[in-house]
């Protein structure tokens, strides 16, 4: 199936207080890793949706409508790309795992609206998440109304991938953390640090 690979990177970075983008671990940008998995993945280049182009030798788009969230990176990309689907995920997931994304592009049920991973105290991740080019009029409608939430656009036909069968990939489920605060990052360097992360290598 026909799918663009996104990275947002249209935020703001208030509770991290500087830009998440430009963020490193030992040296290493984040995005060049999630750029390398989803690029190997899909065979294809992806593209940075949210911001003018800091850096060259990469795609970027900005937002067509600005300070919308999320899914304002959606509805840009869907009016760029004429792909069935867009795999959206964010710049600041450092340890998202590339079998766990392989296993949800080959189970991706081509009827279905989104493809969402599903945890067990149900909570979903829709920053990790397969999205078809027909909720585009639901998008649409949902940003007229101010609705900005990417949850309230999985409402039917959304097929979800639980958390025991990512488990058996990504135990910890590691692919999930993101840094939303300085806190997370420490966070994050020491589960570095306890090398409980094998798929690290930048
Ligand atoms: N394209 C685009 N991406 C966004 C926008 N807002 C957030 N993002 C991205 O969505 C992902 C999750 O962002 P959040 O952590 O929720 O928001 P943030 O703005 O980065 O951080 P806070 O300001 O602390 O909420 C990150 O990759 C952001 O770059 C937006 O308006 N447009």
Redesign the pocket.
């Known amino acids: 199936m026909n799918t663009k690979p996104v990275?947002?990177?249209?935020?703001?970075?208030?509770?991290?207080g500087s830009d998440?983008?430009f963020l490193t671990i030992n040296g290493n940008l984040i995005f060049e890793r999630t750029y390398r998995i989803l690029k190997d993945v899909f065979q294809k280049e992806p593209v940075f949706?949210?911001r003018q182009a800091p850096i060259k030798n990469y795609e970027f788009i900005e937002?067509l409508i600005?300070?919308?969230?999320?899914i304002?990176?959606l509805y840009?990309a869907f009016n760029y790309f004429n792909t069935d689907f867009v795999f959206l995920t964010?710049?600041?997931m450092p340890f998202i795992n590339r079998e766990v994304l392989k296993f949800m592009m080959e189970n991706l049920d081509r009827n279905t609206y989104a493809c969402v991973p599903k945890l067990e105290n149900g909570y979903i991740e829709p920053?990790f998440a397969f999205y078809s080019k027909k909720l585009l009029p639901k998008i649409e409608r949902n940003i007229e109304v101010n609705n900005l939430k990417l949850r309230s656009l999985l409402d039917e036909n959304v097929q979800y991938v639980y958390s025991d069968e990512i488990k058996s990939i990504d135990p910890e489920l590691l692919t999930f953390l993101?840094i939303?605060t300085k806190n997370d990052f420490d966070k994050i360097c020491k589960i570095l640090e306890n090398e409980k992360v094998t798929d690290f290598a930048f």
């Open positions: 990275i947002l990177v249209g935020g703001k970075s208030r509770r991290f998440k983008f949706v949210g937002d600005p300070n919308l969230g999320p304002g990176g840009t964010a710049c600041d920053l993101n939303n």
